[in-house]
């Protein structure tokens, strides 16, 4: 009885991290200096870069009517970490959801982030940037 309530208590307790991707596949799946090769100012269309990106994350529209599209991807990691320390709050948390007994910490991993400028009255991408974080747009 006890060696299968500590094979329960470790399997729920590994199970209390989980990672989903969240954000654009497509630019998951290259290298931000591969993007910046693939999609070039004042050669790229506005439909070349939804058949190379897909659907971008967010679509904002300047002053100037230019649209300012941006991609986003990254790993979300969730660690549940007990705040009331006993032997079973753990695994008894995660199965039955009590927010009290556990806190979600949430992390982000592996971010890549794209930024498109286009010229709506042409059609043509006019700016390319690309960063790991939100800090680093050139």
Known sequence: MKKTLLC??????????TVNHEGSTKLREQT??????????????????????????????????NELWFYESYDKHMNYTPTVMLPITLPLAIVF????????????????????????????????STAVTEKDWY
């Open 97 to 128: 959801g009590s927010g009290k007994l556990v806190e979600p910490i949430k992390e982000k991993k592996n971010v890549k982030h794209l930024r498109v400028r286009i010229d709506t009255s042409t059609n043509m991408v006019t700016n390319v």
């Open 32 to 65: 931000l200096t591969s993007i910046e090769s693939k999609i070039i100012a004042n050669k790229t269309t506005k439909n070349q870069v939804r058949e190379l990106m897909g659907e971008p994350t967010k679509i904002t529209l300047e002053g100037n009517l």
């Open 8 to 17: 329960l208590t470790l399997v729920l307790t590994m199970t209390a991290c």
